[in-house]
């Protein structure tokens, strides 16, 4: 009964309650910009490759900058971080709206303000793992862990959807777009993008009111970004297991990213009946099973370190032979029930292994640990998202098919090594 209030309980800590409530209303902005980006594009060009390269030129600069990022979050705490990511990211947003909402709309622009967002999220996606360990114990860290992400994948769950039906609903209001004139109507892509910008509003004024103390000890104040980054990962890499998440982390980024993201919205325009509503309802699906995975873990005690590689292989493997069954979807329901099926793993996996990697370094490493493993999570984003595109361009099925089919025979291969079945049973 104590772990499963636990979660709840956190919400007493002013600085805790606070950040929720910000991640929150960003989490659900979040999904309306996920879901209007790559509609946008496809309503620009109607080119799987460019919506593949987009993504990619996104997550170019995320992942290069993420190594840093997690130096810096160290350095600044997560708070401050996240502060100027969002800033940021609140800034290119109202951009990109007003281009919009002006009848200016140009694929370059759109390349130039991604890019310059994944400067950003580079800095934010390490601060966001690194910031729950400075406001909570330890003993309610998981719980924690498990309410923060389970909020994330409400908003996975009802976002997507509200953004998808916004935006469909909004098609009859036409907008000139410099394409040859052709383009559809794009005013509900704006909105999204509006509501958005304001969502990050609200979370900037929530990380405005957190106060906490600086962590940084003279020795970090004195020792340069770069330094302090080298010096981060040559403790972090000696490491085994936290090398076997990265590695783990990147191969299933590969083979799923490109597919989740730059595939399902081409199934959603060219095979399920509703477009842009179909897409988003998809992509729902998989925020409503990773909330139920993330509810499991809220209410469960951790699994014993000995079932942590089998639990990700496993997960992992799944995941596979759901991206094999996407291919051959021709409904919004059974597209929906694939990465429903999927996002349940998810969301019980991501709580457990980011709450055994918050717990496995000092506090004041806990910024660069997250950087390097979500450097390895981000770093196949462009490279998968761009073979997506290209792959699309001529075969469909073939994506889904082959990039699912890649990834449970690497989980099979993986599971014979015993380094990787032991993951985590040292500590």
Known sequence: MHQRFEAFRALRNRNFALLWVGL???GVGGQFYMIALPWLVLRLTGDPLAVGTVLAVGSVPRAAFMLF????TDRLAPVRGLQWANVTGMALLCILAALVFTHSTELWAVYLIVLIAGLADGLFLPARYAVVPRLVSEESLQPANALI???GQVCMAVGPALAGFLIAALAGHEVASTVAGDTPGTFGIGVAFAINAVALAVFSVCLWLIRTPRPETQSQQSQGILSSALSGLGTIW???SVRMVMLLAATFNFFVSGPLW????VLADTRFEGGAAAYGIVASAMGAG???GSAVAAVTRPPRQTYLGPLVIAVIFIAGMCTVGLGFVETTAAGGACTAVMGLGFGYVDVVVFTWLQRRVAKELVGRMMGFVMFAIVGMHPLSNTAAGIVLSFDTVGLFVGAGSALCILMAI??????VRS???EM
């Not at 730059?262 to 919205?265: A, K, N």
């Not at 993986?414 to 380094?419: E, F, H, N, S, V």
Request: glycine share 18%.
């Open 24 to 26: 929150a209303t960003s």
């Open 69 to 72: 990022g997690g130096a810096v």
């Open 149 to 151: 992400m389970g909020t």
């Open 238 to 240: 000696q490491d085994r």
């Open 262 to 265: 730059v595939g399902l919205p």
């Open 290 to 292: 990773m909330v139920a």
């Open 414 to 419: 993986y599971a014979l090594i015993p380094t």
């Open 423 to 425: 993951l985590g049973a």
